[in-house]
């Protein structure tokens, strides 16, 4: 079973930046997609970035130029570092991982841009 751990979240004014790390146990073989999704209040679960096992990677409008995503294959990490960081940028971010047909889920990192 994989698990996928998060952390990096906090709270930072506007403006400032922040890095997310997940990290998933085991060994991830053959090609996956590893991705950040975040979910605001009263919102619905949105995706930020994903990049593949391969080096694609795939950003969501609001946070093109702002966001770069990256990840480490042997170390089964990826990282999103997250600069101009603005108010509606406020969520909770969580890692996903897609393989071989299945979805796994961190527990999610709040994330709070607030002056």
């Known amino acids: 079973q994989v698990q996928l751990v998060e952390s990096g979240g906090g709270l930072v004014q506007p403006g400032g930046s922040l890095r997310l790390s997940c990290a998933a146990s085991?060994?991830?073989?053959?090609?996956?997609?590893m991705g950040w999704y975040r979910q605001a209040p009263g919102k619905e679960r949105e995706l930020v970035a994903s990049?593949?096992?391969?080096?694609?990677?795939n950003y969501a409008n609001s946070v093109k130029g702002r966001f770069t995503i990256s990840r480490d294959n042997a170390q089964n990490t990826v990282s999103l570092q997250m600069n101009s960081l603005k108010p509606e940028d406020t969520a909770v971010y969580y890692c996903?991982?897609?393989?071989?047909?299945?979805?796994?889920w961190g527990k999610g990192t709040l994330v709070t841009v607030s002056s």
């Open positions: 996903k991982l897609i393989w071989y047909g299945s979805d796994y």
């Open positions: 990049i593949t096992s391969g080096g694609t990677a």
């Open positions: 085991g060994r991830l073989f053959g090609f996956n997609t």
